[in-house]
Structure formats: C-alpha cells, structure tokens
T-cell receptor
Framework: DAGVTQSPTHLIKTRGQQVTLRCSPKSGHDTVSWYQQALGQGPQFIFQYYEEEERQRGNFPDRFSGHQFPNYSSELNVNALLLGDSALYLC??????????????FGPGTRLTVL | TQLLEQSPQFLSIQEGENLTVYCNSSSVFSSLQWYRQEPGEGPVLLVTVVTGGEVKKLKRLTFQFGDARKDSSLHITAAQPGDTGLYLCAGEDNAGNMLTFGGGTRLMVKP
C-alpha cells in the first residue's frame, strides 16, 4: 500500500513564474492538506481540501491556490513566485470520517527553489 | 493566532546522555503531537497527547502534556545516534483540520 506520494521531488523556478505541485493521498484517504516548510523552520498550514473544496486556509496570499480531483488527488499552484516561496512543500492525507489530525500521514515533500 | 515555541532549537549531545525538549504555547490545543523528520522526508508521527497531565512512553521516549493543555515535553533517555533528527511538536485545532507546528528542535547524538 503506497503512502502519500508527491511530485516532482525537486523543482527550480525563477521569480515571477508559476508552479504546480501534485499529491496523491494514501489509499482510502479523502482529505488532503498542504504545508510549507521553510529551511530550518516547522511546517506552516496552507490549506486543506475535502470533497473537492477548500475547507480551511492558513495565512497565505491568494497566489497560493489548490484543487482536489474526484480521485482525491490534489494540486497546489503558486503564481508570481517570490524568492521567499523557496521551501519544502508537504502534503498530508487523512482517512474518511476521521476528524483527528493524528491520523494524517505526510508525504516526502517537493523541494521548490526560486531563483 | 496560535503559536508554539520549541526549545532548544539545536541540541548536540553524546550517546548515552538524557535530554528534554520543550514545546510551549499561550493557547489551548485539543491535542498535541510530536513528530520526527529526517532530511528529505516528511514528518512521521511519534505520539499524540490529548488529556491534560497525560504521560505517554515510547521505548526510551517519554511525552508529557501540561495540565492546562498548553505545553508539552519530550524526554529521551540514553540517547542513541539513531535518535538524530528534527523533532517537531504540533497542536491540533478543535476541528481537527490544521496543525500548528513549532519551529523544531534539531538533535544530533554523537557516538
């Protein structure tokens, strides 16, 4: 049983470009959350998707948007990239009907570098 | 805004020593979790504490949740080089939708 998978593993972009990161949740999971982890810091919550809608959002600008597909996979889009967007982007998934965050599993992340 | 502060930020110790990592907040969380993260990987859940005053043990690791559910500690006994990594605490909101992470404690255990 594959866990949470993310692609690509690494990505290099330049300022002003747009990027799309992808996440496939663990089998049987229907809720996907995205986190940004800057170097040397803890992860910060970006948003969570459930039933193809954004359910909750952290303190991130509108340049950060997302999508969830009928198969529960998700994308994170970042427009007009800034140098400060360089970070490890983590995806986490959770099983249906489970409201506790301790049942979620994290993927290995996508390392984004903005030059 | 809920914030979690971890201390120390960095810790370098010799194999066999004991250590304690602290996680403090001015906010109450419905639960608090401890994760360990290796380079190039996502955080892996170690334990969840829910009840104020709760103590949980995982082999050489002891986790405690403060009575007021605002702070927590992780104590490692007889640290091993394999314990090296980034330790993160995270508080869960009431809806269970988001985690607020601390800044992490980077632990290095030297043989």
């Amino acid at each position: 049983d594959a866990g949470v998978t993310q692609s690509p593993t690494h990505l290099i972009k330049t300022r002003g470009q747009q990027v799309t990161l992808r996440c496939s949740p663990k089998s049987g999971h229907d809720t996907v959350s995205w986190y940004q982890q800057a170097l040397g810091q803890g992860p910060q919550f970006i948003f969570q998707y459930y039933e193809e809608e954004e359910r909750q959002r952290g303190n991130f600008p509108d340049r950060f948007s997302g999508h969830q597909f009928p198969n529960y996979s998700s994308e994170l889009n970042v427009n007009a990239l800034l140098l400060g967007d360089s970070a490890l982007y983590l995806c986490a998934s959770r099983a249906p009907g489970i409201q506790r965050a301790d049942t979620q599993y994290f993927g290995p992340g996508t390392r984004l570098t903005v030059l | 805004t809920q914030l979690l502060e971890q201390s120390p930020q960095f810790l370098s110790i010799q194999e066999g020593e004991n250590l304690t990592v602290y996680c403090n907040s001015s906010s109450v969380f419905s639960s608090l979790q401890w994760y360990r993260q290796e380079p190039g990987e996502g955080p892996v859940l170690l334990v969840t504490v829910v009840t104020g005053g709760e103590v949980k043990k995982l082999k050489r690791l002891t986790f405690q949740f403060g009575d007021a559910r605002k702070d927590s500690s992780l104590h490692i006994t007889a640290a091993q080089p394999g314990d090296t990594g980034l330790y993160l605490c995270a508080g869960e909101d009431n809806a269970g939708n988001m985690l607020t992470f601390g800044g992490g404690t980077r632990l290095m255990v030297k043989p």
